[in-house]
């Protein structure tokens, strides 16, 4: 499946942006969909994933509360709604794509979007 993340941007402390991956196939419905980010020096990192049929949902615990993950199948669409920035959330966030296996571990993904630039100021 091909992904394809937009929706990045520079926003103040505070503020909210929302997240689209957008994929390609109609088989895009058969993978559970992530989130991750990934700063400068840094490793990429866990944010939120949701199962194939959306009822079950994880967070990163540095996002619960703020972010809200959602999925449209009909549309091939997953969301990251991300509200109440801080500065630390500034990062290239990642959407991908996993057949199964630990949502949490990026190397349990088969396919990468191209990720978006998320910037908060201060």
């Known amino acids: 499946v091909q992904l394809q993340a937009s929706g990045g941007g520079l926003v103040q402390a505070g503020g909210s942006l929302r997240l689209s991956c957008a994929a390609s196939g109609r088989t895009s419905s058969r993978y559970a969909m992530g989130w991750f980010r990934q700063a400068p020096g840094k490793e990429r990192e866990f944010v939120a994933a949701?199962?194939?049929?959306?009822?079950?949902?994880y967070y990163a615990e540095s996002v619960k509360g703020r972010f809200t993950m959602s999925r449209d199948n009909a549309k091939n669409t997953v969301y990251l709604q991300m509200n109440s920035l801080k500065p630390e959330d500034t990062a290239v966030y990642y959407c991908?794509?996993?057949?199964?296996?630990?949502?949490?571990?990026?190397?349990?993904?088969?396919?990468w979007g191209q990720g978006t630039q998320v910037t908060v100021s201060s």
């Open positions: 991908g794509a996993y057949a199964g296996g630990t949502y949490y571990s990026p190397h349990e993904y088969d396919s």
């Open positions: 949701m199962s194939r049929s959306g009822g079950s949902t």
